[in-house]
């Protein structure tokens, strides 16, 4: 078999390689979600260390819901795997390549204009992976979501919100996409650095304006009002020097249960967005009782609230935890990091671009003959050439990530805020239902954060009474 691959000419041993790569990552994948599956299905009691923090009904709920999880993600990946497969094998990028031209031409800009070829080449490309993905993302959301007590969406708030993140996508990457080509074909020898600072510009430009302009047209956001809580907040960014000047919560209980808190900004302009799921005296989830489930058959709203008689989310002092950690992560450098690292990632990859641009065998390999528009070549180089480098990437970032977790909770310690922050992990373990039994290799591969019970240990040493 392999002499028979060595025979080939080799632009067929590029396509193969690319398959083989693309089928050996998905295997491995496949695998590892196989052996975590299996715990999921064998540890039916609590683990003697955890019988303290997890009790049996949410342990089993958590079970069940993570099994389900699994279970789907295994069926919608070998669906992508095998679709990503026959795109492949039956030339389906050239085919959309002269569709797109087909569209183009109809709008009067004939074969010569190359980047309205790949604006519609992105755009039906876009709209393909929007169509097929739909029917999963509704299944995920509505079947398993929605079983496991999590989904407060309905079909229609679901269905405008994917029109709406479609066409603000289109609305950004069209522009983004042309001028890029342009850099690229104009920039001469240089070329790959003026598109990387190009790229730079953009994602600066787009972390600046995502909070004040795009988030808020799929959430709403309102400052956190006036109280304890607010006080406490900025108090405890003063105390670190954190330039906090907002607090906003999200209303996060439109679209899931799930919770969360973050922070965004540049320099001196910081803010912070809690959930209100997050938040226990906050939560639509429990301000609504007995008395909203009786009505919400009559009440027409986008969205259900529904009835939950157990209370979610965090107190003030464990919410003031949650963000000792969350300004840990900026207080230790971990953002600035991030960001150095997948600049000089993508820099790298544009640096290789250009080194790659050139070959015609790449072409060849993906079915285009006779000609080699540059957005093709970006795909090709960038999803498939790149593959196994990004396959490592990834790998090291969830390494480093865990790291970093350890290291915003060992901060947050060091705010004296531990047992707040040990019994705010668990309580968001329980409302999130993470499964706190993890089979090594396949934590150790997909894990950004520790699993609990590492993170608990690690706290727990105040904790040990
Ligand atoms: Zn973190």
Redesign the pocket.
Known sequence: MLQTILALPVENQIFFAVLGFSWTVYLWEAYLSYRQRRIYRSTTQVPQELGKIMDTETFEKSRLYQLDKSNFSFWSGLYSETEGTLILVLGGIPFLWSLAGTVSGRFGFGPEYEITQSLAFLTLATLFSAVTGLPWSIYSTFIIEEKHGFNQQTLAFFLKDAVKKFAVTQCILLPVTSLLLYIIKIGGDFFFIYAWLFTLCVSLVLVTIYADYIAPLFDKFTPLPEGELKTDIETMAKSISFPLTKVYVVEGSKRSSHSNAYFYGFFKNKRIVLFDTLLEDYSPLNKTGEEQSENTEDTPSESKVKAKNKKQGCNNPEILAVLG??LG?WKLGHTVKNIVISQMNSFLCFFLFAVLIGRRELFLAFGFHDSQPTLIGLMIIFQFIFSPYNELLSFCLTVLSRR??FQ?DAFALGMGKASQLYSALIKLNKDNLGFPVADWLFSMWHYS?PPLLERLRALGSVKQD
């Open positions: 950690h969350e992560h970093f977790e915003a954060h």
